[in-house]
């Protein structure tokens, strides 16, 4: 079946540094994606989402990049900080309608050194 | 904040034994979903609900596990026996149509 995978399980970054953590996916039918972070014991928190119809969305240190052609998706974290040390998950959703059911990925540990 | 309240954050018990895990969604929300997590399967989804009514449950193993939404402020999740393999941490979320799924600190399940 169609999944969600991740390019890399664990990235190291020195703090201040900008981060790249990259997901491809398979299902050329998604038409939503959706970047959560986790931290320990926590549940996944809402980071940033993106529709198909646009190539890249910006948040607060936070930039999601879409590449349709490729089916990449990526977030960049600008200076990274302590407070950024999580597993990172990217997940799509091949529903137009409502419900949004995500497919995740595997996740991305990333590590901020002091 | 607003946030998804799970309740218990652990449960340990034997296997055999029913397990109820609850969930009170984000006022408002209208679509409530329910994950389980381990290592080697990631986030799988289990079921979700909109407007109180089942959508879609074939994540869910149907001879053991059931999942109702009793008033629109409570979803349960039930494991009837539960199974040593069904240990694992389960995360309940809640939504608006077609917005950013929130979700719960999870309910840490371990079956002995």
């Known amino acids: 079946g169609e999944s969600v995978g991740l390019h890399l399980p664990t990235l190291s970054v020195q703090e201040g540094d900008n981060s790249i953590i990259n997901c491809a996916y398979s299902?050329?039918?998604?038409?939503?994606f959706i970047w959560y972070k986790q931290e320990s014991g926590k549940g996944p928190q809402f980071i940033i989402d993106?529709?198909?119809?646009?190539d890249k969305r910006q948040g607060q240190r936070v930039t999601v990049l879409l590449n349709k052609t490729v089916k990449h998706l990526s977030l960049q974290i600008a200076a990274t900080q302590p407070g950024d040390s999580a597993v990172y998950f990217c997940a799509e959703s091949g529903s137009s309608g409502s419900a949004r059911q995500l497919t995740f990925g595997s996740g991305t540990q990333l590590t901020v050194l002091p | 904040d607003a946030r998804v309240t799970q309740t218990p954050r652990h449960k340990v018990t034997e296997m055999g034994q029913e397990v109820t895990m609850r969930c009170q969604p984000i006022?408002?929300?209208?679509?409530v979903f329910w994950y389980r997590q381990t290592m080697m399967q990631g986030l799988e989804l289990l079921a979700y609900f909109r407007n109180r009514a089942p959508l879609d449950d074939s994540g869910m193993p149907k001879d053991r596990f059931s999942a109702e939404m009793p008033d629109a402020t409570l979803a349960t999740l039930k494991i009837q026996p539960s199974e040593p393999r069904d240990s694992a941490v389960y995360f309940c979320a809640s939504a608006p149509v077609g917005e950013p799924q929130h979700f719960g600190d999870g309910t840490r399940l371990s079956i002995l």
């Open positions: 006022l408002g929300h209208n679509t």
């Open positions: 993106i529709r198909s119809n646009m």
């Open positions: 299902n050329s039918a998604s038409d939503y």
